[in-house]
Structures are given as C-alpha cells and as structure tokens.
C-alpha cells in the first residue's frame, strides 16, 4: 500500500545513505524507488527496500565500483556472481594494501637519503637464480623494450625485486611483457629495482648463455650485476623512476579463450588487415581485430564492422605486436584474456603463468 513507502529521506536515514546519494543511484540504474510522485519528482521506497539500501551503503564504504554494485544488487537468489564479484574487490584491496606497503618503504629509504646525503648509502641485495629461468624471462620481454629517445625511461628492461620473487618487465607504451622468476637467500623484505639499459640487458643475456648452472644477482637500485660460472658483469642502471606497471597486471577480463600458439598464430598471420593509426603519434600499423562470441569461440575477423557477427567481443591490435608476443612464452596452449575493445589484451600459458604479455588495444573508427 502507499502508506507504506517509505521517503526518501526517510530512506536514507534508515539507510545511511545521504539523499543525495539515493538520487545519483537512481539514475544509475542501481536503486530505484517505487513509486515517483508525477507532480513533484518526490521518490518513494517499498519497505522491502530497506535491505538493499543497507547493503548498497556497506558496498559504498568498501570502495565497490559502480558496476560491481549493480551485479552485486542485480544477482538472483543462490547465484554466485554476487560472491564472486565480492571476491575479485577483496584481491584488488589486498594486492593495493601490498603495493601501498612496498612503496611507503620505499618512501622511507627516499627521505633518509634526503635527511643525510652524505652518509645515506643504497641498501645491496644479493640472490641467486636458475640461469635457464632469468634467460627465459629475459626472452619472454626482450620484444617489448621501448626505442624512443623521448622516453629514455623505457629503454631498457625492469629488475623488480619484491621478497623472493624477481619480476622483469618491458614496455613501449603499446605493449608490455612481463616475467616472473622465484629467486633464492633475499631478506623477506627485500624490495629493489633498477632499469637495466638494453645493451646491457642483452650482454647479460649472452652471458647465461644456454642457461646451465645457477646466476648471482646483485641489486643496489643504481646498478645490477650478474655473476655465471666465474664470469661476471655489472653495469649502472638508468637513472630513472620506471612507470607503474601493476595496475596492468591484474586485469579484470570478460572473456578468457585458450586455444594452441600455433593456431592463433596462423590465424593472425593469414587473416585480413587494416591500416590505421595507433597511439598518439598517429604511426600507422597494421590492424587485426580478435572477435570472441557467445559461445567462447576466437576468430581473427576483418577490421571493419561484420553485420554477422555483432554480438562478439572484438579487440582491435598491432597485428606484428601480437604476433612477436606470441613466441614470448610456451610454444604450447595459450589463454588470451579479453576485457573490451577499449581494454588492454592480456596473452598468458598456463605453463608459466607468471610470464605475460599485454597488448593496448587500436580503436576503431566508428
């Protein structure tokens, strides 16, 4: 019955949403009253309501996006997509507190060399690695190591020592490939990067050789050094502050489609292209578009718009960036992870999981 609606004022007292705050989800298509007073424009609630806007106020305090609230509100009795959209928002908290924690410490060491210039000294870790894993890993980036001498910072490949894992990672604002490697005798804090230019990333490349036997890493944050068999080399890092790169790390896909390396590549390889500009410099590249239906099958469509294939998932790419991807890892079954056409590609084995490729989208004319 009427009378029992609730306002919107009284909602949000009870709620503890502001009115405001009940307006603007209104109008997101998040919680929508009852009944709208056609005179007024005044909203009123069911009491049934009631719950859904206690819950809409906890997922507000919790940092829930927009979109995830509506699935969260939207999902059916006994359906886990609620859970499951929970669960993701919780990894990302967990994975921000983490990332929040390595740089406030990082921070520290930044003010201590301030305060006392003259005395602060960089802190040196030392561990070792299998040499066959830290030449894979050198591999599985090396494509993706930038070029321009406007972006100095992106020529060379990124040592990322976090506890006992070492992270490689290369970019050119286009594309970016990462490679994990587990490292053995750091302190558990142990945190230290340095940008490793590319001359010397590939001397120590040639260094490991076919990778036998075990690697001494060192790293100070101003220079790395890598010892083999009685052989050694160092060389000073770039003097730079590397882009933050793990944000793109944790994607969050529509779609996930495995399917082998070979068959992708061939795909890709004979499908049909496009020339269109990619990137703010306007550099024309050859354009393929991946297209995932309802079904979870991948085509490698024509650029332009298919009136048969509307309702697929289609990601426009550098069609030579992802084909030098994909001999980044395993030459066995790949996952290509797809989150929008305006969404960064993710390519991974499940082998390796660990080492990745990510590849910026090229958007298509309308």
């Not at 290369?170 to 994990?180: F, G, K, Q, V, W």
């Not at 992870?337 to 004319?365: C, N």
Request: aromatic share 4%.
């Amino acid at each position: 019955m009427e009378s029992d609606l609730r306002s919107i004022g009284e909602l949000a007292r009870d709620s503890g949403l502001s009115v405001s705050a009940l307006r603007f989800y209104d109008g997101a298509d998040v919680l929508a009253p009852a009944r709208v007073d056609p005179r007024t424009g005044y909203r009123w609630y069911a009491p049934e309501q009631l719950a859904d806007a206690r819950l809409l106020a906890r997922l507000r305090r919790v940092g829930l996006p927009l979109a995830d609230i509506r699935a969260v509100l939207g999902a059916a009795p006994g359906d886990d997509a609620a859970r499951r959209v929970l669960d993701a928002h919780l990894r990302r908290l967990e994975h921000g507190l983490a990332d929040a924690r390595r740089e406030l410490s990082l921070i520290r060491r930044l003010i201590d060399q301030r305060e006392n210039p003259m005395t602060a000294t960089p802190v040196e870790y030392r561990c070792t690695v299998p040499a066959r894993a830290l030449a894979e890993a050198l591999d599985a980036v090396r494509f993706a190591v930038g070029s321009d001498p406007e972006l100095p910072v992106l020529s060379g490949v990124l040592f990322d020592l976090d506890g006992g894992l070492l992270r490689l990672v290369a970019t050119d604002r286009y594309r970016m490939a990462l490679a994990e490697v587990p490292v053995e005798a750091p302190a558990a804090d142990a945190s230290a990067a340095a940008i490793v230019p590319t001359a010397l990333a590939d001397a120590l490349r040639a260094l490991l050789g076919s990778g036998a036997g075990t690697a001494e890493l060192v790293l100070d944050g101003t220079a790395v050094g890598v010892a083999v068999d009685g052989h050694r080399i160092e060389g000073v890092a770039l003097g730079h502050d590397y882009p933050d790169y793990r944000a793109l790390i944790r994607l969050d896909p529509v779609r996930r489609v495995g399917l082998p390396a070979a068959d992708l590549r061939e795909a890709v390889a004979s499908a049909p292209t496009r020339t269109l500009p990619s990137g703010p410099d306007g550099a024309a590249c050859e354009v393929a578009v991946l297209a995932v239906d309802e079904a979870g099958r991948l085509t490698v469509a024509a650029p332009a718009a298919d009136a048969s294939d509307q309702d697929a998932l289609r990601v426009a790419v550098n069609r030579d960036f992802l084909l030098e991807a994909l001999p980044a890892g395993a030459p066995g079954q790949l996952v290509l992870e797809l989150g929008g056409p305006i969404a960064p590609l993710a390519i991974r084995t499940p082998e390796h999981p660990g080492t990745f490729s990510v590849l910026m989208p090229v958007r298509l004319p309308v």
